[in-house]
């Protein structure tokens, strides 16, 4: 079956340092892979996607870039910030599964002033 | 406007009670979920609905029940609850194609005593 993994958090930074959060994948077929964030307090929103291999997503300073041949997804932003603190889900979605995410355990962030 | 909106936001009950969560989304989508959010925040799904038709059902206890009056509502019915069933219970929607995002609600958090 499909699954993602991501390393476990939390990760807890200075504002303006370099985040990467890696994630991994395993799938059967050729799947669109997604970032999401979860503010605290509020529901998952999708913060950038890549559908098929080689494409960067980005987002907000966010970027991740699809690696078939590593099968990764990983998240990077350049200088974050202390509005960036969340909870991060990668997830994979494979077309015959009925829209079906399937999502990572989450990597919490906390950027520190 | 709320794109996807649940109801309650908070449910405190207790075990062996009966309880439903109520989903709405005004954006038109054809396809509903619901998924489970743990404490560790590990998101999984539960559910899912296209046109009013069941096209996704992992393996949830059958004191679950979903029901869709409509293709912008979906509702999660638990009976008998449990201790186990303290989560954060997240509604999404999308339209039915490839790569097309989902939009989650704001969480119902279920605290079973």
């Known amino acids: 079956g499909n699954s993602v993994t991501q390393m476990e958090g939390p990760v807890t930074l200075s504002e303006e340092a370099f985040l990467t959060i890696n994630c991994t994948y395993t799938?059967?077929?050729?799947?669109?892979l997604f970032w999401y964030v979860q503010y605290p307090g509020e529901g998952l929103q999708l913060l950038l996607k890549?559908?098929?291999?080689?494409d960067k997503g980005s987002n907000k300073g966010f970027e991740a870039t699809y690696r078939k041949e590593t099968t990764s997804f990983h998240l990077e932003k350049g200088s974050v910030q202390v509005s960036d603190s969340a909870v991060y889900f990668c997830?994979?979605?494979?077309?015959?599964?009925?829209?079906?995410?399937?999502f990572g355990g989450g990597t919490r962030v906390l950027v520190k002033p | 406007d709320t794109a996807v909106s649940q109801t309650p936001k908070y449910l405190v009950t207790q075990m062996g009670n009966d309880k439903s969560i109520k989903c709405e989304q005004n954006?038109?989508?054809?396809?509903m979920y619901w998924y489970k959010q743990d404490s560790k925040k590990f998101l999984k799904i539960m559910f899912s609905?296209?046109?009013?038709?069941?096209?996704i059902n992992e393996t949830v206890p059958n004191r679950f029940s979903p029901k869709s009056p409509d293709k912008a509502h979906l509702n999660l019915h638990i009976n008998s609850l449990e201790l186990g069933d303290s989560a954060v219970y997240f509604c999404?929607?999308?339209?039915?194609?490839?790569?097309?995002?989902?939009?989650f609600g704001p969480g119902t958090r279920l605290t079973v005593t």
């Open positions: 799938a059967t077929g050729y799947p669109s």
């Open positions: 954006l038109g989508h054809d396809t």
């Open positions: 609905y296209n046109n009013k038709e069941l096209i």
């Open positions: 999404a929607s999308s339209a039915l194609g490839t790569v097309y995002e989902q939009y």
């Open positions: 997830a994979l979605r494979e077309g015959a599964a009925g829209n079906k995410l399937t």
């Open positions: 890549a559908t098929k291999a080689d």
